[in-house]
């Protein structure tokens, strides 16, 4: 049986095992979220300038809302452009590539600018495509898109309904895109930990699969291996009964019978028994502290029940006190009327 202080250490160490399991595990959970939100926010953002996209193609091309005839673009060096719409005078707009964009660029920016001017973005068109990007990518999140100006940060059209909550500003979820050089639109996003969770299905039932299992190992190791090694302790080390039977031999107290060679050994002298006592001893060490029926001791020894042979059996029986008498803890006990008994 496991002593009481190692029974102590291994709670000790299954239980530090099951919470280092524990820390790994919830360490694994977080990393994977992390991994998962990620994703999530990539496929937004992807549905996000599809959506944007598809909402332009809805609006007059460039080549329709501007005449190319009334444009003049003056170059004055390198990147150095001017480009100017001329119009009524009234109407006329300049634009001066003062930022340092490349002409490519900053002519891009110019046509995109001259299309918001004349059929601006329709915010709400957008919030309705960009819903149909994500219920086909199956991403059940709330959003509101919102232009705002980019150096005031002022927000100057949103789809919010009337009435409706505006949802807490977190940069790591809102996308944001520019129109102008003035203007951006950006879509303010609500991903509840659920969302990154029914994607995490497949893992976090692993997860609580191996969690459980570990846990029922370390289960079995407190609660079942103490049983074992009790069993094991039996077998090595079993309860010796007094007196012992070793290879057919007997220790009664500090004597030693060997029914076979008809000895009884003890306080530095060997007795050599005859048949009889031997054969008596033998029934008395077999039955030790049990009653041996003395009609069984006739029976097996003299076949008979008689009269004469009682006595014979009475004066072995005294023969054999005699002959154990130097351990005063050994006795063999008369049961009136019903026979002997080996006791020490």
Known sequence: MLSYKKQIHLFLFALAGSISLLILQLVWVCHTYQMEHQQIMNNIRDAFNLAYQK???????VVDIVNLGAITIQSCGSEEIIIIRKCPEADTIVYQNISGHSAENFINRV?????EHIVPLNIYCLADLFAGMLHDRDIPISFVIERFD??????LETSLLPNKKQPEMNHSNTIISEISDKEAIRAVLQITPGTVFARMAGVLICT?????????????????????????DDIIQPVEPSPQLRNNTFFIGQYYFDPGKNELTGFDESIQLNKKENSILYALCVKQGN????????????GSLGVVYSRSLDTYLT?????LKKDPTIQIVTVK?????LVY
């Open 208 to 232: 609580i699969s191996l969690a459980v299992i570990a846990l029922l190992c370390v289960v079995f190791l407190c609660c079942y291996q103490p049983t074992q090694q009790r069993k094991e």
């Open 337 to 341: 009327g019903v026979g002997y008994k």
């Open 150 to 155: 980019i150096k005031t940060g002022k927000i």
């Open 55 to 61: 909402e332009q193609t809805y609006r007059i091309p």
């Open 319 to 323: 023969t054999l006190r005699k002959y």
């Open 291 to 302: 009653v041996v029926e003395r009609n069984a001791l006739l029976e097996e020894n003299w």
């Open 111 to 115: 046509f995109l600018d001259l299309r």
